[in-house]
């Protein structure tokens, strides 16, 4: 990232699923490498996104277009010549009388989590409206813990196909909630499903109010949605570079980077061959480092400098190591390392000929500047540039 009893350790360690980054005395290029990703992911600046998403049963068809293409939507994002952070949370909403009314996920930038949480959502509850959008909106601000970073670029993604509740007397309603976000230098876009009128006239005034974009898609969430000859591939390749992580702590963190890992196991049981793919175009660009890696992960902490392998407690070690002598810990991280190294410049070469593939795909069908993917990008594009971001592709991830 010999004997008999070190290749069985090896493979332990590879079925434990984990991910590895080169020692520091490994060779210059890998060396460089491993010091470029370690600071490609710390002190960044940061872009937070929250989506409120309807999840009555009208929704069926924009919640599973969300389901493919928030990899391509993180991608997006990071297209920033910074290589910001990227951190998206998500406010599930119905209304009263369903089973529930808001369930709120945290800003992270484990998106694996926050996806593995996502593919759980399915559209029920509802026919009738309005639903509790205003509701929605005030967790979206409230219960969310927001960056008091003023470079930090933050916005909110209403969206929905019925309008709010304006008749709830004992809640806050969206003019003043979203003058609040305002205030906090939160942008609120609102992007409608369908074409209700009375839902696209509130949706403009909450846009209107937040200084965002309103602009509608249909039902299915009028996404970009092309296989491509790479998905397989990249989607076994990615599979390949998740087995490499190795996580260490004390107990409660070990916990904590067990659910990250059920989370990664979950989306490669349940998720789509494409948006695999798309997952790993974004594990392999300049911000995904932080949702591929995240926190207190052995070889990245140690070949950064930031932690000696010495100091840390046998049982805080990852069990197949702990009865491991130093030497062999740095043979195999150092295996580890170059193993990573390889199949990131695999996904990162095949990444470039699905985007091409994609890109001409686009274009023979005329473009895509109604689709869900152009309009977000286009938002944020125009609204992260008074953060000073700035993103020169004329067009999203796909």
């Known amino acids: ?34 010091i470029e990703q370690a600071a490609a992911f710390t002190d960044k600046a940061k872009i937070e996104v929250v989506f409120v998403l309807d999840t009555t049963g009208s929704m069926s068809g924009l919640i599973e277009a969300a389901k493919e293409k928030i990899w391509s939507i993180a991608s997006s994002l990071a297209q920033a010549e910074s290589a910001p952070e990227i951190r998206i949370g998500l406010v599930a909403y119905r209304d009263r009388g369903d089973s529930y009314v808001t369930r709120v996920t945290a800003l992270s930038s484990d998106l694996d989590s926050l996806y593995a949480t996502l593919m759980d959502y399915q559209a029920s509850g509802g026919g009738d409206t309005p639903e509790s959008v205003n509701k929605a909106l005030d967790d979206a601000l ?13 916005a909110i993604f209403l969206v929905g196909d019925a309008p709010p509740h304006m008749d709830y007397q004992d809640e806050k309603q969206y003019p003043q909630i979203v003058a609040e976000a305002k205030a906090r230098g939160i942008v609120v876009n609102a992007i409608q499903a369908g074409t209700a009128h009375t839902t696209g006239r509130e949706w403009q005034k909450i846009a209107a109010l937040g200084t965002g974009e309103y602009f509608r898609v249909d039902a299915s969430g009028s996404a ?14 990615s599979e390949e570079l998740d087995s490499t992580r190795l996580y260490y702590g004390d107990s409660k963190t070990r916990a904590e980077k067990e659910d990250k890992l059920a989370a990664t196991r979950k989306l490669h049981e349940s998720a789509s061959v494409a948006s695999r793919a798309r997952r790993a175009v974004f594990n392999t660009s300049g911000s995904g480092g932080a949702n591929l890696l995240g926190d207190k992960e052995l070889v990245d902490d140690i070949s950064s400098g930031r932690v000696d392998l010495d100091a840390i407690k046998p049982e805080e070690l990852p069990a197949p190591m702990q009865a491991m002598a130093p030497a062999v810990a740095k043979d195999l991280i150092r295996e580890k390392a170059e193993q990573r190294q390889k199949l990131q410049s695999e996904i990162r070469a095949l990444s470039q000929q699905r985007s091409d593939f994609l890109k001409k795909k686009v274009d023979e069908r005329g473009g895509a500047a109604a689709s869900l993917d152009d309009r977000i990008y286009g938002a944020v594009r125009e609204q992260a540039a008074a953060k000073g971001f700035e993103y020169k592709a004329d067009s999203p991830a796909y």
Request: charged content about 20%; aromatic content about 8%; overall charge positive.
């Open 142 to 154: 409230r219960e969310i813990a927001w960056s008091r970073d003023q470079n930090t670029y933050q």
């Open 1 to 34: 990232m010999k004997t008999k009893l070190f290749g069985i350790t090896l493979f332990a360690l590879t079925a434990a699923a984990v991910v590895l980054i080169p020692m520091r005395h490994s060779t210059g290029a890998i060396q460089t490498a491993v």
């Open 224 to 237: 970009v949605a092309i296989a491509t000859p790479y998905d397989r591939k990249l989607a076994k390749l």
